[in-house]
């Protein structure tokens, strides 16, 4: 059982400039996250040293956030705003404190676009608010492998992977823009074309968009990875220029081949719109 811990903070801003250059703004309720994702880049990027050090443990909840929120709405100018950048928005907590629900009306209702991104099918409770708004928005989930096992390794307290398939299902069916993330890809680990092709056939069910990403070892995901019993490192965690080669050959073809549009992150702010229209 883990010492779970969750504390209230008072925030001076809600709605920051985005540092992704594919969104204008994000919205991070929450600080930390629940989910204990060892590759994870956040924990580098979280102000409160407790969540940094006991990620997977502890969580902060910006309790005025909506507050902060309403009063910044009428000054900002309208754009896109990512939901969350450095915390699943649909951790657990959110089913009590309803940061994000709350938070999605306001800005919907005042004419901001948003893009999701988790590994929760919590973000299903929401389905009512996401169709009466799907012109304004678009959902992604994050599906590093559809294979349980090593799931429970490199996400261990994340949702199941098929529970996020299921809901990118649901929320496709709505007729809601959906997307995978599929990353990290790391090497040695989820990088094989027979691990992949699963989460590429699951897009091209549900006419998803696909973003992949490669590892980056930064401190904390270097700590965490070191520190699991589940990860062989021998020093290939992050792929070769040859692995990202070959991969990238092979994940464009045999998207082309299932009809499942693709990009990589690094390529995905060419993506931003100009206009009112997400893609």
């Known amino acids: 059982m883990r010492d779970l811990r969750v504390s209230e903070i008072l925030v001076k801003s ?53 507050e902060v929120l309403k009063r910044e709405i009428s000054s900002k100018m309208r754009g896109l705003v990512g939901i969350s950048s450095v915390t699943d928005p649909y951790h657990f907590i959110e089913g009590k404190y309803r940061l994000v629900r709350e938070g999605l009306k306001l800005l919907l209702a005042n004419g901001f676009r948003i893009s999701i991104q988790t590994k929760s099918p919590l973000v299903l409770r929401d389905m009512d608010l996401l169709a009466r708004y799907r012109k304004s928005l678009d959902v992604g989930f994050t599906i590093t492998t559809l294979d349980r096992n090593l799931a429970e390794i490199l996400e261990p307290y994340a949702p199941e992977p098929s529970s996020r398939a299921a809901a990118v299902r649901k929320l496709s069916e709505a007729g809601i823009k959906t997307w995978i993330f599929l990353g990290p890809i790391i090497g040695g680990i989820n990088d094989s074309h027979a691990g992949i092709l699963p989460v590429l056939e699951l897009a091209a069910e549900t006419s998803s968009r696909v973003i992949y990403d490669w590892y980056t070892p930064y401190r904390g995901s270097t700590r965490m990875m070191a520190s699991s019993s589940g990860v062989k490192d021998g020093g290939r965690l992050v792929p070769s220029a040859a692995l990202k080669a070959e991969l990238r050959g092979w994940l464009f073809e045999k998207a082309a081949e299932l009809g499942v549009e693709i990009n990589s992150q690094e390529d995905e702010w060419l993506r931003k719109p100009e206009t009112g229209k997400l893609f």
Do not use: M, Q
Not at 35 to 63: L, M, N, Q
């Open 14 to 66: 809600a709605l920051n400039r985005s540092g992704l250059p594919e969104y204008d703004y994000v919205l991070n309720p929450y600080s930390g996250c629940f989910h204990g994702c060892i590759y994870c880049f956040a924990p580098d990027f979280t102000r409160e040293s407790e969540a940094r050090e006991r990620w997977g443990s502890t969580v902060f909840v910006k309790a005025n956030l909506l």
